[in-house]
C-alpha cells in the first residue's frame, strides 16, 4: 500500500482503504477503481491523501488507459453525431453509411458493461442533444439485446434510438435550446420534429422499421401519446424499447432546465410510468437489469448521508438493502431515505 497526495492520484488506481465521512459512513469504497470524477469528488471533501493498493505499474496504466480510451472514443462518436446532425439543417440528403457505422460503435459500447458505467462522467450539458442521441442509442441496444434481439435486429433497434429526435434539426433553435419550461405554443411546434424525423428517413435508404420508429417514439401504450395517439400493440416494438431508453437518458441528464437526476429516480420514474404509459415487459426488463449494475456502488441519500448497496428487492429496485458504516437499511422499509445519486459504480 502506497501514501498518495490526492492531487497525484490518477485515474485507474486502485482505492487501499474506505474513505470514511465524519459521521463514520463510507464515502468511497476501499477496492474502488478511481476515475477523474471520483478524484475531484474527494478534493472537493477536502481529503489530502489516500491510501493506494500497489500493484504492477502496468495494471494502473492498462486501466488508466482503458478509460481514456473509453472517453476519447465516446467524444470521437460525438463528435461524429454532431457534425452529421449539423449538417442536416439545411439539407435533405443524408449519408445513411455513416450513420449505420455509428449505430453500430453505439452496440459495440452496449456489449461493455464498463463503458455503459462510464457514460454517467461523460455527460456534458452543451453537447446534451449529441450525446443524448447516441446514449439513446446504446440503451436501446443494451434493451434490444436483453429482449432476445438478433445482432441484424440489433443494427435497426441502434439506429432508431440514435436517430430518434433526428427531427429536431428541423425545429428553430430558438426553442430546441431556450433555457427555460416551453409554452404550449412552442411545445405543439416540438412535437412535430417526430413526423419530421420519419419523413426525413423514409426518403433515405434507412429500413421502414427505423423510420416507423422515429415516428411513434413519443407514442404511449395508453393512448396518451403524440402524434397519432397509437394504443399498445398498434405501437412497433422497436419504438417501444427507444421510448424507454428515451426517458431514461433524458432523466438522467442535465438538460437545459433541468439538472439530472439518479439513476434511481429514473428507474422510479420508469417503473411508475410502466403502469400505464410503457410496455410492462419492456420497462421491467430495463429497470430490473439496470439496477443490477447498482450493486456494490455507492450512493448518496436525501438527507446528504452515504451508503453501499448490498442487496436488491427485485419488487422494488429503487428501494435496496444499503451499508452505512457498519449497519444495513433496508429502504423498503425506511420511508424517509431516498437515494438521490450514484456517486460510484
Ligand atoms: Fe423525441
Ligand atoms: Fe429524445
Do not use: C
Not at 425545429?171 to 412535430?192: A, C, H, M, R, Y
Not at 436525501?302 to 448497496?309: L, P, R, S
Not at 442487496?311 to 422494488?316: D, I, S
Not at 452505512?324 to 437499511?329: A, M, P, S
Amino acid at each position: 500500500m502506497k501514501k498518495y497526495a490526492v492531487s497525484e492520484a490518477k485515474p485507474g488506481m486502485k482505492l487501499g482503504e474506505d474513505i470514511n465521512a465524519s459521521q463514520g459512513a463510507t464515502l468511497v469504497p476501499k477496492g474502488t477503481i478511481l476515475t477523474q470524477r471520483i478524484i475531484y469528488y474527494l478534493m472537493d471533501w477536502g481529503i489530502d491523501s489516500i491510501l493506494v493498493i500497489e500493484e504492477s505499474e502496468s495494471a494502473t496504466k492498462y486501466r488508466e488507459e482503458k478509460q481514456l480510451d473509453f472517453k476519447k472514443k465516446y467524444l470521437d462518436t460525438t463528435q461524429k453525431v454532431m457534425e452529421y446532425m449539423e449538417g442536416l439543417k439545411g439539407s435533405k440528403a443524408m449519408k445513411v453509411e455513416e450513420v449505420k457505422e455509428i449505430a453500430e460503435e453505439l452496440i459495440m459500447y452496449a456489449s461493455d458493461i464498463d463503458s455503459v458505467k462510464l457514460i454517467t462522467d461523460m455527460k456534458n450539458k452543451d453537447h446534451y442533444t449529441y450525446q443524448h442521441s447516441m446514449n439513446v442509442g446504446i440503451y436501446a441496444s443494451l434493451l434490444g439485446r436483453w429482449l432476445g434481439y438478433t445482432k441484424e435486429a440489433l443494427k435497426n433497434i441502434s439506429m432508431a434510438g440514435l436517430l430518434h429526435d433526428i427531427g429536431k434539426m428541423r425545429i428553430p433553435d430558438e426553442i430546441i435550446s431556450k433555457p427555460g419550461p416551453l409554452t404550449n405554443k412552442e411545445f405543439e411546434i416540438v412535437k412535430n420534429h417526430s413526423v419530421f424525423g420519419y419523413e426525413l428517413l423514409k426518403h433515405n435508404e434507412v429500413s421502414v422499421e427505423v423510420a416507423i420508429a422515429v415516428l411513434q417514439h413519443h407514442e404511449r401504450e395508453n393512448g396518451t401519446g403524440y402524434p397519432f395517439k397509437l394504443t399498445g400493440t398498434k405501437i412497433h416494438p422497436y419504438s417501444k424499447i427507444v421510448t424507454v431508453a428515451d426517458i431514461f437518458d433524458a432523466i438522467t441528464s442535465n438538460r437545459v432546465y433541468q439538472p439530472r437526476k439518479s439513476p434511481f429516480t429514473a428507474v422510479k420514474e420508469l417503473k411508475e410510468g410502466s403502469f400505464n404509459d410503457l410496455d410492462p415487459k419492456v420497462a421491467s426488463t430495463f429497470f430490473h437489469r439496470i439496477a443490477d449494475f447498482f450493486i456494490g456502488s455507492t450512493v448518496i441519500f436525501n438527507d446528504g448521508t452515504f451508503g453501499e448497496i448490498v442487496f436488491l428487492n427485485k419488487h422494488e429496485p429503487t428501494k435496496p438493502l444499503v451499508k452505512l458504516g457498519n449497519h444495513f437499511v433496508d429502504l423498503s422499509k425506511d420511508k424517509n431515505k431516498e437515494i438521490i445519486d450514484v456517486l460510484v459504480f
